[in-house]
């Protein structure tokens, strides 16, 4: 008898300890939760969409995504990293913003990035583009200095929420510029996006990709942009350190993270399967549309960028002085 359990209890542990790997293997069988950390309409949410079809049928599966948006940001991101299964079936589109920004920006954090999220891969690298709305009574930066710079200014500009890149942006361009500009956080980019497109709100740096449609449209002005170089699709736009901003550089960048302690195969597997969507000429094309190149890499590529990054942009939080609850 006592034979025969411990032969039991031996075969319960092998097959218990095969469970893991044989879930591995079998990965994915099931719907996989993609979650965004800001609302529906704005770019964040308009990459998620479009690598939701793809990656669900070169993983044979249902990609789902779910917009959980609040807090910069931090709201969808802690959810991944926090309350998420550590099994590959929930997906973070992981920000600049949450993943870099945040961490010095908020006093205090739910979760931290670097030890509570895996990155997956980068799949986003972009600049910013300052504009107004085509009343402002401006045609360049200086003129937008100078406006500003005026007692009677009542000038706003429009973020897609606290700590992200648009709201960086533009504390980095009060402080540099010594301009007051108020800032009018919203649940989003394309929230604000429509605010500035309807006069309610007068400037905003936002993702090109998203602006380019309206700016090509002449119902809004764009000013300059935030990289080194001038960006193809504006060739007449100058960066801003052009426009008169020395050291004036800032680029935003995205990518997709899981929670921390996933299993490795399932990481590369992922990371196997979006690289090789990310390299298909006819994905490649559609990506490209939106206004950020193709990146792609490593695991190790993206956390060292996170790393990086976290650094570099917390010590621009530091130097505009800007802190929040």
Do not use: C
Not at 136 to 158: G, M, R, T, W
């Amino acid at each position: 008898m006592k034979r025969s359990l411990f032969f039991a209890a031996l075969s319960a542990t092998l097959i218990g300890a095969a469970l893991p790997a044989l879930a591995q293997d079998n990965y994915p069988s099931k719907t996989i939760r993609f979650v965004v950390p800001y609302p529906p309409g704005g770019p964040t949410d308009l990459m998620a969409r479009l690598i939701q079809g793809e990656l669900g049928t070169r993983l044979g599966t249902t990609v789902v995504v779910d917009n959980k948006s609040g807090a910069g940001g931090n709201l969808g991101s802690a959810e991944v990293a926090k309350q998420a299964p550590a099994d590959g079936y929930t997906l973070l589109l992981a920000a600049s913003g949450p993943m870099a920004v945040n961490p010095t920006l908020y006093r205090s954090m739910s979760f931290v990035p670097m030890t509570d999220l895996a990155p997956v891969i980068q799949i986003s690298s972009f600049p910013l583009v300052l504009e107004v709305h085509p009343s402002v009574p401006v045609n360049n930066v200086k003129e937008l200095i100078a406006l500003a710079q005026k007692s009677d200014s009542k000038l706003a500009f429009a973020s897609a929420g606290n700590g992200t890149p648009q709201h960086l942006a533009g504390e980095i361009f009060n402080t540099q510029v010594n301009t007051n500009i108020s800032h009018i956080p919203y649940r989003g980019a394309g929230p604000a996006l429509n605010d500035l497109i309807g006069g309610q709100v007068q400037v905003m740096f936002d993702i090109l990709g998203s602006s380019l449609p309206h700016i090509q449209g002449g119902k809004l002005k764009p000013l300059a942009v935030t990289s080194a170089k001038r960006h193809p699709s504006l060739p007449n736009v100058p960066t801003m350190i052009e426009a008169g901003v020395p050291g004036y550089e800032l680029t935003g960048w995205h990518g997709i993270a899981v929670r921390a302690g996933t299993p490795a195969p399932i990481i590369h597997k992922l990371n196997t399967t979006l690289n090789a969507m990310f390299s298909d000429p006819e994905f490649k094309k559609k990506w490209e549309a939106i206004g950020t190149p193709v990146v792609g890499g490593t695991p190790a590529q993206f956390g060292e960028l996170i790393r990086k990054e976290t650094i570099r942009l917390g010590q621009v939080v530091k130097n505009a002085g800007v802190t929040l609850d």
